[in-house]
């Protein structure tokens, strides 16, 4: 079965991008658990600013799960990327999420790589990024296998990224690795600008699909934009997905109500 989740931003910096509560870890999982959430999406500055106790603490008092911890910080913050042409910056890279992977394994969550997969500069083919890239994920997938739980990867649109922006490139980056724990994020409002067919863009993924963010074509919480739901629905039900549908997904018109939105579209498209 489907569960919902919702985004929490521990970084500063990210204040106004797509996540809904942003004003502490105990104030956001609170809300979340008003709301009716299943589980929490964590966006944190870094591994260290998430005290696995306290966090563990939150979740059992608000019947929450965690359902993934997010690496964009890496980017964000202290400009780490997977691709970068210098070896030390791909190294601390790794590093950053390497240290996020054993966090989110004390709770049996994966971790998300998106941002830090970073972009090809001048003079950096897409098939040197691409070697690099594998690289990472070779190593981080495999320490996450040990952990046992799934490193996820996700395609961004082409205003974000110039390496991986599909499903299909997507598949493309993973096919080569020998671990095969890395899964596919598809984030809905990404896959509206990049994907001919969102819907057939999750048939596409089937059992690779590891996570999904649950937004409109305006990065609004579901039901505030145009997306077509209907076919995505379907397809989701056609693959057997029972992951998450979380919601990255812009403050608007202010959290609360966001959130209010995003718990009567799930209902509606995966409970009614």
């Not at 970084?11 to 929490?40: I, N």
């Not at 724990?181 to 896959?191: E, R, T, W």
């Not at 076919?231 to 997905?241: K, T």
Request: aromatic share 8%; glycine share 10%; charged share 25%.
């Amino acid at each position: 079965m489907i569960q919902s989740a919702i985004t929490i931003s521990l970084v500063d910096e990210a204040r106004g991008g797509p996540f809904v509560f942003s004003t502490g870890l105990a104030d956001g999982c609170a809300r979340a658990s008003e709301a009716g959430f299943d589980a929490v999406e964590i966006f944190p500055r870094a591994a260290e600013s998430v005290n696995p106790k306290e966090l563990k603490q939150l979740l059992q008092k608000h019947r929450l799960k965690l359902a993934a911890l997010g690496t964009g910080a890496g980017w964000v913050v202290h400009k780490l990327r997977l691709t970068d042409p210098d070896a030390a910056v791909r190294k601390r890279a790794r590093a950053f999420i390497a240290a996020v992977l054993e966090t989110a394994g004390k709770f049996g969550a994966p971790a998300i790589v998106g941002s830090m997969q970073g972009r090809t500069d001048d003079g950096v083919t897409r098939e040197q990024a691409f070697a690099w890239l594998r690289e990472g994920l070779e190593e981080l997938g495999t320490r996450a296998k040990e952990l046992g739980i799934p490193l996820l990867f996700e395609p961004l649109n082409r205003y974000e990224t110039n390496l991986v922006r599909s499903v299909a490139e997507g598949l493309e980056l993973l096919q080569p690795l020998r671990t095969k724990n890395v899964k596919l994020l598809v984030d809905l409002f990404h896959a509206n600008i990049e994907e001919d067919s969102i819907p057939g863009a999750l048939r596409l993924a089937g059992s690779q699909l590891g996570h999904v963010h649950f937004a409109d074509s305006n990065r609004h919480a579901v039901g505030f934009g145009h997306t077509d739901f209907n076919g995505i629905v379907e397809a989701l039900s056609e693959i057997g997905y029972n992951g998450f549908a979380s919601a990255e997904i812009l403050p608007l018109p202010d959290p609360d109500a966001a959130a209010a939105q995003t718990i009567k579209s799930f209902k509606k498209w995966f409970r009614d």
